[in-house]
């Protein structure tokens, strides 16, 4: 359904403020990626307590609590759980700022995932009752921007801001800026009116509905594998680019602040794109589209790691990174339609649940504490090895999102 009584106009600002806000969630999700190699330093981290900042302290409660968050969004108010969970995860990301060990940093990334837990799955369900169906994979594509955007701005601000003052003052800015926008998120962007009927369906066996459908395991496994590569190539690539070709942290964050954002947006357009064009004859190109992109990212990847130069890195990265987020418009709609519209929220978030349980837990801290096992045997050339070795999670995304064609065009619901 759209938005009775909206117009194209409001519907464009209500996706911009979304943007925005999704976009701050990324800036405070990756700036720990480009800080990571003074915070090591002065923190005295290994590798893998590295990585489990970067992944598993933040994905624990980031994944659990999004299924409640979700259920509250669909019972009540969608914009204001997405605004007082940007208020907290930014509050945390300030409070990084302030931490001198492991611990309190850890505590302060729990909080962090907290406060994001609330924010992606109900901005998936508005997205999905302000646009019309034709246009759906294209809006949450424009939405997805957040991730390619966020990561750029996250490690270009966070490297400068680092480089001119110091990773402290990085973690306060991004985090203090955060806060400033919720109360005008929820000035600007109106709830969608909802029949009281469409509240009482979240409580009619959403989860139960789910579980029956093997559409929905391929495409949540398909995509936690994905992630599992994508989320451990956005932390350690910053890291292994320095590692390699020396790269001081100004070098470093232009590099991957310029792939994110070039190749990051050109895949996620791409990606809702393609999505909408073949799905409207064969629902089940929602899973074949992401399912070739990850097969072909792969030799492109790795040829990017093993390249002898940071320009013919940069250059064969460009691709790859762009077939890596083609996958979100096509399998987030594909998502939506799982379930009736009253249920979109909760959907969402299950999704959300498994996807970053398994790719933002895993992924980092696998890279990570492979690094660490290979370090005896191969020294500085051992994370290398560790992020060419990871690279299989993409051919198992592909495979599970081939497979999930099929199923999904049986369970494909039409709002």
């Known amino acids: 359904m759209t938005m009775a009584g909206e117009g194209r106009g409001q519907r464009a600002l209500a996706l911009a403020m979304l943007l925005l806000v999704y976009t701050f969630n990324w800036v405070d999700r990756q700036i720990l990626s480009i800080l990571a190699v003074p915070i090591k330093a002065d923190l005295h981290l290994s590798d893998t307590q590295l990585a489990a900042l ?58 962090v995932g907290v406060g994001e837990a609330g ?26 921007l957040g991730i390619p955007l966020g990561s750029a701005l996250g490690i270009l601000f966070g490297g400068y801001i680092a480089a001119m003052v ?6 306060a800015v991004v985090g203090l800026a955060g806060v400033i926008l919720a109360p005008i998120f929820l000035l600007t962007v109106k709830e969608p009116p909802r029949p009281r009927l469409a509240r009482e369906m979240v409580d009619s066996g959403v989860f139960g509905r789910l579980a029956r459908q093997p559409a929905f395991w391929l495409l949540a496994f398909g995509a936690g594998s994905s992630s599992m590569l994508g989320y451990g190539l956005a932390f350690w ?25 070039i190749g990051g947006t050109a895949g996620v357009m791409l990606g ?45 990265f460009l691709i790859p990174q762009a077939l890596a987020y083609v996958w ?29 349980l398994i790719g933002v837990g895993f992924g980092a801290l696998t890279i990570g504490a492979l690094s660490d096992h290979l370090t005896s045997m191969l020294g500085e050339g051992a994370l290398k090895a560790a992020v060419l070795a990871s690279l299989g999670f993409y051919l198992i995304a592909a495979a599970l999102m081939a497979l999930a064609a099929k199923p999904l065009r049986r369970a494909w619901v039409e709002a």
């Open 328 to 356: 979100l418009g096509p399998v987030l709609t594909a998502v939506q339609h799982l379930v009736p519209p009253p249920m979109r929220a909760t959907a969402s978030a299950s999704f959300l649940l498994i996807n970053n």
């Open 166 to 171: 110091d990773w402290r003052t990085a973690f």
């Open 54 to 111: 970067g992944g598993l302290a933040f994905a624990i409660l980031y994944s659990l609590l999004g299924v409640p968050l979700a259920l509250l969004a669909d019972r009540t108010r969608r914009t204001w759980v997405i605004a007082g969970s940007l208020v907290v995860w930014s509050g945390f990301t300030a409070l990084c700022g302030a931490c001198g060990s492991f611990a309190t940093m850890a505590l302060c990334r729990l909080g």
């Open 272 to 316: 809702g794109w393609l999505g909408d064009r073949m799905g409207k004859g064969d629902r089940g190109a929602y899973a074949r589209v992401p399912a070739i992109a990850f097969a072909l990212a792969v030799p492109l990847f790795a040829a990017g790691i093993l390249s002898g130069s940071v320009i013919a890195a940069f250059l064969l």
């Open 119 to 144: 924010g992606v799955a109900p901005s998936y369900a508005l997205i999905g009752d302000i646009f019309p169906a034709e246009k759906k994979a294209r809006a949450l594509s424009i939405y997805s």
């Open 237 to 261: 690539l910053p890291s292994l680019m320095r590692r390699s070709f020396g790269l001081d942290l100004i070098h470093t964050s232009r590099f991957f602040g310029l792939l994110f954002l």
